[in-house]
């Protein structure tokens, strides 16, 4: 079974300038989420969809940050100027809606952004 | 708020040994679910095991088990017969039983499995 799949791996761009992250999610799981993970801390949570619904966007810094997940499968996060302290592992993960909860999440590689 | 905690920012273990890596988290929540994630070198985060907070007894995972003290809010991971492929950052998450149900992690501690 294929994970998650992220691209790119990595980017570097300079502040101000624009980057887009890809997500594919494993095939079958409705709910999809990007997370953050800043140098030194746990992932962040940004935005959860289910299907092609936001779930909870309510740490996404909505200024500069957006996202979709068009037709619930595929998903993209776009960071629109970037600043210095946007440097970090852009992590996608994935799951089935689970009765109940507690539901596993299937994380992908991450995209690691480097803001000059 | 959910905020997760571990003391521990790096540990080291020889191998074949036995270590126990710590996590409290503070919620207001009765019915949550608890994770340990392990994120190798490579940074692909797995899970390595969940516990249900309505469930008194344990989980194991082969050589991993917890020590769930819902009381005082504690979890803690202890990995038993540590093997080099064990090296990696792990992370101790909450996740709500209602509502959304996505992750909210501690900062990780660097776990070393000396041969």
Redesign the interface.
Known sequence: EAGVAQSPRYKIIEKRQSVAFWCNPISGHATLYWYQQILGQGPKLLIQFQNNGVVDDSQLPKDRFSAERLKGVDSTLKIQPAKLEDSAVYLCASSFIRTGGGNEQFFGPGTRLTVL | AQT?TQSQPEMSVQEAETVTLSCTYDTSENNY?LFWYKQPP??????VI?Q?AYKQQNATENRFSVNFQKAAKSFSLKISDSQLGDTAMY?C?F????G?????????TRLTVIP
């Not at chain 2, 490579?42 to 899970?47: A, E, F, K």
């Not at chain 2, 996740?95 to 209602?98: A, D, E, L, Q, V």
């Open positions: 997760v679910y490579s940074r692909q985060m797995i899970l969940r249900e992370f998450a996740m709500k039983r209602s959304a149900n996505n992750l909210f992690f501690g900062t990780g």
